[in-house]
């Protein structure tokens, strides 16, 4: 299998979506909490012949044979701990309380890590940390912030740092110590906390994923069942996402991914037969799109893709898209856009908005099909 690093980055014009999105249309616990199955929030269904509204356990009845659904099996870490930002580790009394996204490891693969720090009060990151700061975290552990992330020539107010972990042991995994001690990383809007469960697909199996990917939650086994009973083929990527907080203007960071040699064949046997390649999620997008060529071919591959979609750079090889609503700032719009064409997406929008879906990860979904 081909290892790379996919550095394709590009800058985009298109304005970002505009819309006011009222405070009751977040989706603030999960279905199961709200008398639903996973599969019975609602789907929206876009073409460009016209709006359907429908329920996610309907998808298959909107797709064909032989069309191919592409899932990602990253499983969600418990991502977020409580830590204790000290200016000087020997000065008691300098602490004040944070909480600790980790995001993921450092690219560059040398044991460094990348995380972001939260106001306690849920109300946005941290911005007066500094370089060479300390972060106390529970049984000893403790990060030190090397750099900024990703401009390490930022001093300090970063929303990210690169940081090295201390008093860990290289014989404890990071991901071992967040299952003792972190928690799914949550936002404002969600009432209470939910345990790690319901911050998983059912399908995730490969733990790695700072949060969720989320446009895959709604499948149960028995949808499955049914799109393979109907002929639609599912096929497994991994793309492990880091924290989707962004701020207005940032570009996706760069993620970890891997399309298997499996999955790569028939991504190539549906389009050579002229059928549809279903993204779930823009993670799936974002790791089919970094091994596909300008000829549209799609090659096994796993590393790094920093692999940004836009105007001059459009999908090649996805022709739908499952995906949840985002934000009217968020960088998604612009895979949307990239995916389905930004007429179709404002359409969605603005029947999504009118008929009261709800948004965010336990929120109601969308199929783009241009």
Not at 4 to 19: E, H, K, Q, V
Not at 61 to 77: E, F, K, Q, R, Y
Not at 207 to 216: K, L, N, R, T
Request: charged fraction near 25%.
């Amino acid at each position: 299998m081909n290892t790379a690093t996919i550095s394709t980055s590009t800058s985009s014009d298109i304005p970002r979506r505009r819309f006011e999105l009222a405070t009751d249309r977040s989706a603030t616990s999960p279905p199961e909490a709200r008398g639903y199955r996973r599969d019975e929030v609602r789907l929206l269904v876009a073409r460009h012949t016209g709006i359907t509204h429908a329920t996610f356990r309907d998808l298959p009845d909107h797709l064909a044979p032989g069309d191919l659904v592409v899932i990602n099996t990253s499983a969600t870490l418990p991502a977020a701990v409580d830590g204790v930002r000290r200016d000087h580790l020997d000065v008691p009394g300098t602490e004040r309380p944070t909480v600790v996204h980790v995001a993921g490891p450092h690219p560059d693969d040398d044991g460094t890590w990348v995380v972001e720090l939260r106001r306690t009060d849920g109300e946005g990151p941290i911005r007066d940390a500094r370089e060479g700061e300390a972060v106390l975290l529970p049984a000893g552990v403790t990060l030190r912030l090397l750099a900024s992330y990703p401009n390490p020539q930022v001093r300090t107010g970063s929303r990210l740092w690169r940081v090295a972990i201390e008093g860990l042991g290289d014989e404890v995994p990071l991901g071992d110590f967040l299952a003792g001690y972190g928690r799914p990383i949550t936002y404002g809007y969600l009432d209470g906390r939910w345990p790690l469960a319901s911050y998983q697909p059912v399908y995730a199996h490969q733990p790695g994923g700072a949060e969720m990917a989320s446009a895959g939650r709604p499948f149960s086994p028995r949808l499955i069942t049914d799109l393979v009973a109907r002929g639609i083929a599912v096929a497994p990527i991994v793309l492990h996402a880091g924290v989707s907080s962004l701020e207005e203007g940032e570009h996706p960071p760069p993620e970890r991914f891997e399309v298997p040699a499996p999955t790569a064949q028939l991504v190539e046997l549906a389009r050579r037969n002229d059928r549809r390649i279903v993204a779930v999620g823009t993670t799936v997008v974002r790791a089919l799109e970094s091994v596909a060529g300008p000829d549209r071919q799609v090659q096994p591959g796993s590393g790094w893709t920093d692999l940004v979609l836009g105007p001059d750079r459009p999908a090649r090889v996805i022709d739908g898209l499952v995906t949840g609503w985002h934000a009217p700032d968020a960088s998604h719009q612009h895979l949307l856009d990239a995916v389905a064409g930004s007429d179709l997406v404002q359409r969605a929008y603005d029947a999504a908005l009118a008929t009261d879906y709800l948004w965010h990860e336990f929120g109601d979904s969308c199929l783009l099909l241009p």
